[in-house]
Antibody, heavy 123, light 107 residues
Framework: DVQLVQSGAEVKEAGESLKISCKGS????????LGWVRQKPGKGLEWMGI????????RYSPSFQGQVTISADKSISTAYLQWSSLKASDTATYFC????????????????WGQGTTVTVSS | QSVLTQPPSVSAAPGQTVTISCSGS????????VSWYQQLPGTAPKLLIY???KRPSGIPDRFSGSKSGTSATLHITGLQTGDEADYYC????????FGGGTKLTVL
């Protein structure tokens, strides 16, 4: 089975750093783009950015550029989402998702999703 | 303010048909594919439709998608109580963009 398993819930204080993970299995992890999506409590989905684990090519939404860092270690089939200094406004559930395909654009859908990691940041 | 515009909510009775619209522009839907996702309460989103009108394996044919110009539509026929969920459209505009989501209530 193709699946993405994310790290567990985190409770942090504002100003702290954090790195959450997403481990893929059941497919060739290095050859599919992987994305991160934010969902604030009671709100909609927000596209954060994507990474190609094969060469770590990364693309960010302008809203998240400079606010987070997306990385991957293809040797252990794991992608990461990282903050250097958390804010209370980062409180949300973060999903990773495998993209079906990218060719020029990446509008081909996200077909496998992780279970989500809830991050709570207190001020 | 989302790049793609969806109605906040729709409702219909079991067995009926409902449509959810997704309005964009020439820089996103007008030149790229649209995907649709279903998010049941407390769960991760699930891909329902990709490339405007294709269904992944396991998705019932009660769910269908269409696109015309800068708008897309999700059609759900034979509504069931289990279809109560939030529905999101997605496209590409130099980067990925989602609609604001539509809450479907099955009365």
């Amino acid at each position: 089975d193709v699946q993405l398993v994310q790290s567990g819930a985190e409770v942090k204080e504002a100003g702290e750093s954090l790195k959450i993970s997403c481990k893929g299995s059941g497919y060739l992890f290095s050859t599919y783009w992987l994305g991160w999506v934010r969902q604030k409590p009671g709100k909609g989905l927000e596209w954060m950015g994507i990474i190609y684990p094969g060469d770590s090519d990364t693309r960010y939404s302008p809203s998240f550029q400079g606010q987070v860092t997306i990385s991957a270690d293809k040797s252990i089939s794991t992608a990461y989402l990282q903050w250097s200094s958390l804010k209370a406004s980062d409180t949300a559930t973060y999903f990773c998702a495998k993209l079906r395909y990218c060719s020029g654009t990446c509008s081909y859908g996200m077909d496998v999703w992780g279970q989500g990691t809830t991050v709570t940041v207190s001020s | 303010q989302s790049v793609l515009t969806q109605p906040p909510s729709v409702s219909a009775a079991p067995g009926q048909t409902v449509t959810i619209s997704c309005s964009g522009s020439s820089s996103n839907i007008g030149k790229d594919f649209v995907s649709w996702y279903q998010q049941l309460p407390g769960t991760a989103p699930k891909l329902l439709i990709y490339e405007n009108n294709k269904r992944p394996s396991g998705i019932p044919d009660r769910f269908s998608g269409s696109k015309s110009g800068t708008s897309a539509t999700l059609h759900i026929t034979g509504l069931q109580t289990g279809d109560e969920a939030d529905y999101y459209c997605e496209s590409w505009d130099s980067r990925g963009v989602f609609g604001g989501g539509t809450k479907l209530t099955v009365l």
